[in-house]
T-cell receptor, first 112, second 113 residues
Framework: AQSVTQLDSQVPVFEEAPVELRCNYS??????LFWYVQYPNQGLQLLLK??????LVKGINGFEAEFNKSQTSFHLRKPSVHISDTAEYFC??????????FGTGTSLTVIP | DGGITQSPKYLFRKEGQNVTLSCEQN?????MYWYRQDPGQGLRLIYY???????QKGDIAEGYSVSREKKESFPLTVTSAQKNPTAFYLC????????????FGPGTRLTVL
């Protein structure tokens, strides 16, 4: 089975500063990679996904992520965060099997 | 608008009672999923269904049951056998179970009194 590790459970960052949320997954022949955002008491919303092609993926709200096969990583980045980016972020992986595997989440807090 | 609906948003139940959480989708997706979310533990898969009249246990199926009689609907029953049912429950769907993103409903927060 796949495993997904989000290395930071909490990330505080000042408004307009850059941020990187880290995600590593266990090796597999081919994987599909996703980042989701969750606001309090809501469902998960897709930020971006990597299925194939360019390793740099751009998503909504100014976020982007880079797929690094050799390091089995899919880190999420944003060059300048806003207060509204305060939320929980989940990395997810699926392979040619039947299931998604989610990380335990990273709580991003943007400080004014 | 296409999407996934879950009802109710908040649910309270007495210990020892069964309760059913609703999940409906109009996205014409074949696959549907139920997750449980607890603080600091991320999402854990309870059950999933790849097609009508078929479903499989996930990682934490004990104390839960599901049915998939219609493509659009995947209700989850939390039985009295579930020892710690207080949690946030999320339903999701995807075009198929093998790739592509999952779309999530707004969730149901279940509290056992």
């Amino acid at each position: 089975a796949q495993s997904v590790t989000q290395l930071d459970s909490q990330v505080p960052v000042f408004e307009e500063a850059p941020v990187e949320l880290r995600c590593n997954y266990s090796s597999s022949v081919s994987v599909y990679l996703f980042w989701y955002v969750q606001y309090p008491n809501q469902g998960l919303q897709l930020l971006l996904k990597y299925l194939s092609g360019s390793t740099l993926v751009k998503g909504i709200n100014g976020f982007e992520a880079e797929f690094n096969k050799s390091q089995t990583s899919f880190h999420l980045r944003k060059p300048s965060v806003h207060i509204s980016d305060t939320a929980e972020y989940f990395c997810a992986v699926s392979n040619t099997g039947n299931q998604f595997y989610f990380g335990t989440g990273t709580s991003l807090t943007v400080i004014p | 608008d296409g999407g996934i609906t879950q009802s109710p948003k908040y649910l309270f139940r007495k210990e020892g009672q069964n309760v059913t959480l609703s999940c409906e989708q109009n996205l014409n997706h074949d696959a549907m999923y139920w997750y449980r979310q607890d603080p600091g533990q991320g999402l854990r898969l309870i059950y999933y269904s790849q097609i009508v009249n078929d479903f499989q246990k996930g990682d934490i199926a004990e104390g839960y049951s599901v049915s998939r009689e219609k493509k659009e609907s995947f209700p989850l029953t939390v039985t009295s056998a579930q020892k710690n049912p207080t949690a946030f429950y999320l339903c999701a769907s995807s075009i198929d179970a093998h790739k592509g993103e999952q779309f999530f409903g707004p969730g149901t927060r279940l509290t056992v009194l």
